[in-house]
Protein backbone atom coordinates (compact mmCIF):
# COMPACT_ATOMS: atom_id res chain seq x y z
CA UNK A 1 0.00 0.00 0.00
CA UNK A 2 2.82 2.75 1.13
CA UNK A 3 4.83 1.33 -2.05
CA UNK A 4 2.49 2.27 -4.57
CA UNK A 5 2.53 5.96 -3.50
CA UNK A 6 6.68 6.50 -3.90
CA UNK A 7 6.97 8.93 -6.59
CA UNK A 8 10.42 10.13 -6.54
CA UNK A 9 13.59 9.47 -4.72
CA UNK A 10 12.26 11.41 -1.90
CA UNK A 11 9.45 9.88 -1.55
CA UNK A 12 11.18 6.47 -0.79
CA UNK A 13 13.65 7.86 1.74
CA UNK A 14 10.77 8.90 3.96
CA UNK A 15 9.22 5.05 3.26
CA UNK A 16 12.59 3.37 4.27
CA UNK A 17 13.94 5.23 7.22
CA UNK A 18 10.86 7.63 8.82
CA UNK A 19 7.31 5.33 7.81
CA UNK A 20 7.23 2.24 9.72
CA UNK A 21 8.94 1.75 13.52
CA UNK A 22 8.07 -0.78 15.91
CA UNK A 23 9.61 -2.47 19.41
CA UNK A 24 9.60 -6.08 20.69
CA UNK A 25 11.39 -6.62 24.10
CA UNK A 26 12.21 -10.32 23.73
CA UNK A 27 15.21 -11.42 21.59
CA UNK A 28 13.80 -13.67 19.29
CA UNK A 29 10.98 -12.16 17.74
CA UNK A 30 12.67 -9.29 17.46
CA UNK A 31 14.87 -11.06 15.28
CA UNK A 32 12.04 -12.34 13.38
CA UNK A 33 10.39 -8.68 12.85
CA UNK A 34 13.87 -7.87 11.62
CA UNK A 35 14.24 -10.47 9.22
CA UNK A 36 10.49 -10.28 7.85
CA UNK A 37 11.24 -6.43 6.96
CA UNK A 38 13.71 -7.57 5.33
CA UNK A 39 12.62 -10.05 2.95
CA UNK A 40 9.61 -7.67 2.24
CA UNK A 41 12.41 -5.09 0.88
CA UNK A 42 12.53 -2.85 3.94
CA UNK A 43 16.28 -1.80 4.18
CA UNK A 44 17.11 -0.35 7.07
CA UNK A 45 14.13 -1.38 9.93
CA UNK A 46 13.28 0.68 12.58
CA UNK A 47 12.69 -1.67 14.95
CA UNK A 48 14.03 -1.22 18.75
CA UNK A 49 14.35 -4.26 20.97
CA UNK A 50 13.07 -2.70 24.45
CA UNK A 51 9.77 -2.99 26.54
CA UNK A 52 7.38 -0.55 25.25
CA UNK A 53 5.77 0.00 28.66
CA UNK A 54 9.07 0.86 30.41
CA UNK A 55 8.85 4.40 29.88
CA UNK A 56 6.17 6.93 31.90
CA UNK A 57 2.80 7.54 30.16
CA UNK A 58 2.96 11.16 30.51
CA UNK A 59 6.09 11.52 28.87
CA UNK A 60 5.26 10.60 25.70
CA UNK A 61 5.06 14.23 23.71
CA UNK A 62 3.66 14.93 20.70
CA UNK A 63 6.56 14.43 17.87
CA UNK A 64 6.80 10.55 19.21
CA UNK A 65 2.79 10.09 18.05
CA UNK A 66 2.01 8.50 15.39
CA UNK A 67 -0.56 8.37 12.12
CA UNK A 68 -1.10 4.53 12.46
CA UNK A 69 -0.81 1.70 14.90
CA UNK A 70 -1.35 -2.20 14.02
CA UNK A 71 -0.60 -4.00 16.98
CA UNK A 72 -1.59 -7.82 18.54
CA UNK A 73 0.13 -7.06 21.97
CA UNK A 74 0.67 -9.51 24.22
CA UNK A 75 -2.13 -10.97 26.52
CA UNK A 76 -2.53 -12.85 29.65
CA UNK A 77 0.63 -12.19 31.11
CA UNK A 78 1.41 -9.67 34.05
CA UNK A 79 3.76 -7.18 34.47
CA UNK A 80 5.64 -5.93 37.56
CA UNK A 81 5.19 -3.22 39.85
CA UNK A 82 8.25 -0.88 38.23
CA UNK A 83 5.88 -0.97 34.69
CA UNK A 84 2.74 -0.47 36.31
CA UNK A 85 3.46 2.54 38.15
CA UNK A 86 3.89 4.50 34.46
CA UNK A 87 0.41 4.54 34.07
CA UNK A 88 -1.78 7.41 35.76
CA UNK A 89 -2.87 6.08 39.15
CA UNK A 90 -6.71 5.19 38.29
CA UNK A 91 -5.79 3.24 35.22
CA UNK A 92 -2.85 1.24 36.67
CA UNK A 93 -3.00 -3.30 36.61
CA UNK A 94 -0.58 -5.73 36.02
CA UNK A 95 -2.53 -7.53 33.07
CA UNK A 96 -0.69 -6.81 29.83
CA UNK A 97 -2.88 -5.94 27.57
CA UNK A 98 -5.12 -3.26 29.34
CA UNK A 99 -1.86 -1.60 29.76
CA UNK A 100 -0.91 -1.64 25.86
CA UNK A 101 -4.24 -0.36 24.97
CA UNK A 102 -3.66 2.77 27.13
CA UNK A 103 -0.30 3.29 25.38
CA UNK A 104 -1.56 2.72 22.03
CA UNK A 105 -4.44 5.80 22.80
CA UNK A 106 -1.78 7.88 23.90
CA UNK A 107 0.32 7.35 21.25
CA UNK A 108 -1.96 8.20 18.59
CA UNK A 109 -1.72 11.78 16.94
CA UNK A 110 -4.93 14.13 17.06
CA UNK A 111 -3.63 16.45 14.61
CA UNK A 112 -3.17 16.98 11.55
CA UNK A 113 -5.13 13.82 10.50
CA UNK A 114 -6.44 11.95 13.34
CA UNK A 115 -4.45 8.73 13.84
CA UNK A 116 -5.87 5.67 13.94
CA UNK A 117 -5.55 1.90 15.13
CA UNK A 118 -6.22 -1.59 14.73
CA UNK A 119 -5.81 -3.89 18.06
CA UNK A 120 -6.28 -7.43 18.80
CA UNK A 121 -7.66 -8.12 22.47
CA UNK A 122 -8.88 -11.13 24.67
CA UNK A 123 -12.66 -11.52 25.55
CA UNK A 124 -11.89 -10.07 29.20
CA UNK A 125 -10.76 -6.60 27.84
CA UNK A 126 -14.34 -6.39 26.46
CA UNK A 127 -16.43 -7.66 29.86
CA UNK A 128 -13.59 -6.32 32.30
CA UNK A 129 -14.55 -3.99 34.76
CA UNK A 130 -12.69 -2.08 37.75
CA UNK A 131 -9.45 -0.47 35.92
CA UNK A 132 -10.78 -2.13 32.19
CA UNK A 133 -13.90 -0.31 32.15
CA UNK A 134 -12.41 3.06 33.76
CA UNK A 135 -9.73 2.72 30.19
CA UNK A 136 -12.92 1.74 28.20
CA UNK A 137 -14.72 4.54 29.15
CA UNK A 138 -11.79 6.77 28.11
CA UNK A 139 -11.68 4.95 24.58
CA UNK A 140 -15.53 5.58 23.98
CA UNK A 141 -15.42 9.77 24.99
CA UNK A 142 -11.84 10.42 23.57
CA UNK A 143 -11.76 7.99 20.85
CA UNK A 144 -13.60 6.58 17.97
CA UNK A 145 -13.99 2.80 18.88
CA UNK A 146 -16.25 2.44 15.21
CA UNK A 147 -15.75 -0.90 14.78
CA UNK A 148 -15.34 -4.62 16.71
CA UNK A 149 -15.05 -7.49 14.98
CA UNK A 150 -15.44 -10.70 16.86
CA UNK A 151 -12.83 -13.59 15.92
CA UNK A 152 -13.92 -17.14 16.32
CA UNK A 153 -12.02 -19.73 18.43
CA UNK A 154 -8.53 -20.94 17.55
CA UNK A 155 -7.27 -18.13 15.53
CA UNK A 156 -4.45 -18.10 17.41
CA UNK A 157 -3.71 -21.49 17.68
CA UNK A 158 -2.11 -23.42 19.56
CA UNK A 159 -0.64 -20.28 21.23
CA UNK A 160 -3.66 -19.33 23.12
CA UNK A 161 -6.96 -21.00 23.13
CA UNK A 162 -8.32 -17.59 24.35
CA UNK A 163 -11.38 -16.01 22.17
CA UNK A 164 -9.89 -13.20 21.11
CA UNK A 165 -11.36 -9.60 19.06
CA UNK A 166 -10.25 -6.74 16.33
CA UNK A 167 -11.05 -3.37 18.21
CA UNK A 168 -10.50 0.06 15.07
CA UNK A 169 -10.57 3.30 16.58
CA UNK A 170 -9.22 6.84 15.54
CA UNK A 171 -9.15 10.24 16.64
CA UNK A 172 -11.83 11.54 15.20
CA UNK A 173 -13.49 12.60 18.70
CA UNK A 174 -15.98 10.34 20.91
CA UNK A 175 -17.71 7.14 20.04
CA UNK A 176 -21.38 7.76 18.41
CA UNK A 177 -22.13 4.05 17.62
CA UNK A 178 -19.74 0.74 17.90
CA UNK A 179 -20.49 -1.87 14.90
CA UNK A 180 -19.46 -5.47 15.63
CA UNK A 181 -19.25 -8.02 12.80
CA UNK A 182 -19.06 -11.85 13.82
CA UNK A 183 -16.79 -13.30 12.12
CA UNK A 184 -18.00 -16.80 11.57
CA UNK A 185 -16.36 -20.57 12.56
CA UNK A 186 -14.86 -22.44 9.28
CA UNK A 187 -17.63 -24.58 7.54
CA UNK A 188 -17.60 -27.43 9.14
CA UNK A 189 -15.45 -27.62 11.72
CA UNK A 190 -16.23 -25.96 15.56
CA UNK A 191 -12.96 -23.80 15.70
CA UNK A 192 -9.62 -22.96 13.35
CA UNK A 193 -6.59 -24.85 14.57
CA UNK A 194 -2.56 -24.54 14.04
CA UNK A 195 -2.62 -27.07 10.38
CA UNK A 196 -6.09 -25.29 9.52
CA UNK A 197 -5.65 -21.58 9.88
CA UNK A 198 -7.48 -18.98 9.19
CA UNK A 199 -7.31 -17.35 5.52
CA UNK A 200 -7.09 -13.81 4.35
CA UNK A 201 -10.16 -14.67 1.62
CA UNK A 202 -12.48 -16.05 4.87
CA UNK A 203 -12.32 -11.87 5.80
CA UNK A 204 -14.44 -11.11 1.74
CA UNK A 205 -17.63 -10.91 3.29
CA UNK A 206 -16.33 -8.76 6.21
CA UNK A 207 -14.29 -6.12 4.02
CA UNK A 208 -17.49 -6.13 1.76
CA UNK A 209 -19.70 -5.37 4.70
CA UNK A 210 -16.78 -2.57 5.95
CA UNK A 211 -17.69 -0.41 2.47
CA UNK A 212 -21.12 -0.69 2.62
CA UNK A 213 -22.80 -1.53 6.21
CA UNK A 214 -25.86 -2.69 7.79
CA UNK A 215 -27.14 -5.04 9.94
CA UNK A 216 -27.04 -8.58 8.84
CA UNK A 217 -26.84 -11.95 11.04
CA UNK A 218 -23.43 -11.12 11.19
CA UNK A 219 -23.37 -7.38 11.91
CA UNK A 220 -24.81 -5.06 14.26
CA UNK A 221 -24.52 -1.65 15.78
CA UNK A 222 -24.86 -0.31 19.63
CA UNK A 223 -24.86 3.06 20.41
CA UNK A 224 -22.18 4.48 22.69
CA UNK A 225 -24.33 5.87 25.66
CA UNK A 226 -25.61 2.14 25.38
CA UNK A 227 -22.42 0.76 26.52
CA UNK A 228 -21.53 3.47 28.62
CA UNK A 229 -24.84 3.06 30.82
CA UNK A 230 -23.85 -0.24 30.92
CA UNK A 231 -20.39 0.19 32.51
CA UNK A 232 -18.94 0.03 29.54
CA UNK A 233 -19.43 -3.84 28.79
CA UNK A 234 -18.35 -4.30 25.41
CA UNK A 235 -19.05 -7.68 25.20
CA UNK A 236 -22.55 -7.79 23.26
CA UNK A 237 -24.29 -10.78 21.97
CA UNK A 238 -25.35 -10.99 18.43
CA UNK A 239 -29.40 -10.16 18.56
CA UNK A 240 -29.41 -11.17 14.96
CA UNK A 241 -27.88 -14.57 15.04
CA UNK A 242 -30.07 -17.43 13.90
CA UNK A 243 -29.57 -20.58 15.36
CA UNK A 244 -29.61 -24.42 14.09
CA UNK A 245 -30.35 -25.74 17.34
CA UNK A 246 -33.85 -28.69 16.83
CA UNK A 247 -35.62 -29.50 19.85
CA UNK A 248 -36.18 -32.82 19.50
CA UNK A 249 -38.24 -35.24 21.63
CA UNK A 250 -36.83 -37.06 24.34
CA UNK A 251 -37.64 -40.37 23.25
CA UNK A 252 -35.76 -39.44 20.23
CA UNK A 253 -32.79 -38.28 21.95
CA UNK A 254 -32.35 -40.76 24.20
CA UNK A 255 -32.24 -43.26 21.38
CA UNK A 256 -29.28 -41.20 20.00
CA UNK A 257 -27.39 -41.31 22.78
CA UNK A 258 -28.12 -45.18 22.76
CA UNK A 259 -27.13 -45.74 19.78
CA UNK A 260 -23.93 -43.66 20.00
CA UNK A 261 -22.88 -45.78 23.19
CA UNK A 262 -23.45 -49.08 21.10
CA UNK A 263 -21.08 -47.54 18.11
CA UNK A 264 -18.86 -46.68 20.84
CA UNK A 265 -18.73 -50.19 22.31
CA UNK A 266 -18.36 -51.58 18.99
CA UNK A 267 -15.90 -49.64 18.25
CA UNK A 268 -13.68 -50.44 21.43
CA UNK A 269 -14.47 -54.21 20.70
CA UNK A 270 -12.70 -54.06 17.44
CA UNK A 271 -9.62 -51.93 19.00
CA UNK A 272 -9.27 -54.72 22.06
CA UNK A 273 -9.00 -57.06 19.08
CA UNK A 274 -6.29 -55.55 17.01
CA UNK A 275 -4.28 -55.39 20.53
CA UNK A 276 -5.14 -58.86 21.43
CA UNK A 277 -6.81 -58.15 24.63
CA UNK A 278 -9.31 -61.08 25.65
CA UNK A 279 -12.46 -60.23 26.70
Given amino acids: ?3 KQVK ?19 PLPYMLAQMNLLLHGLEAPQITRDNSLGRRLADITEAERVDVILTN ?3 GGEEER ?15 ALLFLQLIMRKLRATPKPGRAAVVVPNGTLFGD ?7 QELLTRFNLHTIVRLPNGVFAPYTSIPTN ?25 QYTKTQPLQYEEFA ?16 KVPAAELLDGNCNLDRKNPN ?18 QKELRIAEIMREIQGLLGVKT
Fill in 1 to 3: HLE
Fill in 130 to 136: GVCGRIK
Fill in 166 to 190: LLFFDRTGGTKDVWYYELPPPEGRK
Fill in 8 to 26: TVEHRRTLQERSIRGGEAK
Fill in 73 to 75: PPF
Fill in 205 to 220: DCLAWWKDRKETERAW
Fill in 241 to 258: AKTDYKHLPPEQLAEDIL
Fill in 82 to 96: GIRENFPADKQTSET
